[in-house]
Nanobody, 118 residues
Framework: QVQLVESGGGLVQAGGSLRLSCAAS????????MAWYRQAPGKQRDMVAS???????HYADSVKGRFTISRDNAKNTVYLQMNSLKPEDTYVYYC????????????WGKGTLVTVSS
């Protein structure tokens, strides 16, 4: 089992910044991708940004140039630096870790709420 604990969410004004953190513990896979997703009530969960074990990153078009994902393998932690926040970035943000093998295991955190006021 892998446990993921997110932190760093909160209320921020439009144009502001927040940094989310997600610490993984337990039986962590040797090669894994870590990612941030976000979800509004009643909507599907969408990928925001991901980073592979090799450091390759991917971003949703809506956050490119504003959000930066990074990871500290020594701490088993992934970060999401969010700048120039917009009200439409208001979501619950979830951390994800996935084994980099076909059909590999995946785990989710419980989520952290980010609210951007206009």
């Amino acid at each position: 089992q892998v446990q993921l604990v997110e932190s760093g969410g909160g209320l921020v004004q439009a144009g502001g910044s927040l940094r989310l953190s997600c610490a993984a513990s337990g039986s962590i896979f040797s090669f894994n991708s870590m990612a941030w997703y976000r979800q509004a009530p009643g909507k599907q969960r969408d990928m925001v940004a991901s980073v592979t074990s090799g450091g390759t990153t991917h971003y949703a078009d809506s956050v490119k140039g504003r959000f930066t994902i990074s990871r500290d393998n020594a701490k088993n932690t992934v970060y999401l630096q969010m700048n120039s926040l917009k009200p439409e970035d208001t979501y619950v943000y979830y951390c994800n870790i996935e084994e980099e093998t076909p059909g590999g295991m995946a785990y989710w955190g419980k989520g952290t709420l980010v609210t951007v006021s206009s």
